[in-house]
């Protein structure tokens, strides 16, 4: 009998420290960290404010949260805050994943019905508190400034305001519902609407966790940014509907990203993919 409890208890004592050395190795909920980080990283994720979407550090790049990732939710208002390495800030990424099922959109007060992902450039990262805005537009930056075409973020930032008809001296990383900026916040809606519509070209499942394939979603963002114009005209509808066709025809044959290989950026994965519609030649 003694042996059968000390059995017990010895068994208790062993999943108790797996447990603990889980928690310590995820950092717990808004950490993602072992509890040496000591620099905070936050911001707000929208195209309306989003409740419950994952938001992690991408140190490999791969759009996708990996163990050891700075990982977090945000809030009920759409917030977040990651607790990183001092070293780590303005040197990764920020991705933010939109859960089907899950995350809120506060434009609705529903659920989104289809999952996608947003980014924002490691470039634009700031370790002030709250000045790291996640959005369509900052994901389209990130793309951008992917191609290597931009020496700056300034000049990445300059190229998407001028294809979207914004007034000089715009700020497309600025929380535009906070500026109660309406153009900026519709054409985020707009954005977010076709990357959602090409989830299921765009991402996999290899368990429960959700897979991104780089190439095609950078082929997406380069269909997106190529057609900006098309989704904040006058007849933003049929813009839509044409952009969202043709992406749903050609991103099935975007080579898919394979193990080894080095991601496409977006303007090689989408170069020569749309025919007659409207293309940038410039990048």
Known sequence: MKVRVLCRRWWTLLAFL????????????GTGGTGGFTASISGKVADGYLVNATVFLDKNGNYQWDAGEPLTTTDINGGYKLDVDPADVGNYPIVAMAIKGVTIDKDTNQT??????????????????????????TSQLRELMETGKYSTMQQATDDLRANM?????????????????????????????????????????????????????????GTIFSNMPSIMGSNVQTGMFNINNTMSTVLPNVPQTRMGQPYQNMSSAFRGMLGGMNTRTNW
């Open 18 to 29: 797996a447990l603990a050395a889980l928690i310590a190795g995820c950092g717990g909920v």
């Open 112 to 137: 989104v019905a289809n999952s996608y992902l947003l980014s924002m450039p490691k470039e634009s990262v700031s370790g002030t508190a709250g000045n790291n805005f996640i959005s369509p537009l």
């Open 165 to 221: 008809g914004l007034p000089i001296g715009t700020d497309i990383t600025a929380d535009y519902i906070a500026a109660n900026n309406t153009d900026m916040h519709a054409v985020a809606q707009n954005m977010a609407t076709l990357m959602g519509n090409q989830m299921d070209q765009v991402f996999g499942t290899s368990g429960s966790t959700i897979t991104v394939d780089v190439n095609r979603y950078r082929g997406m963002m």
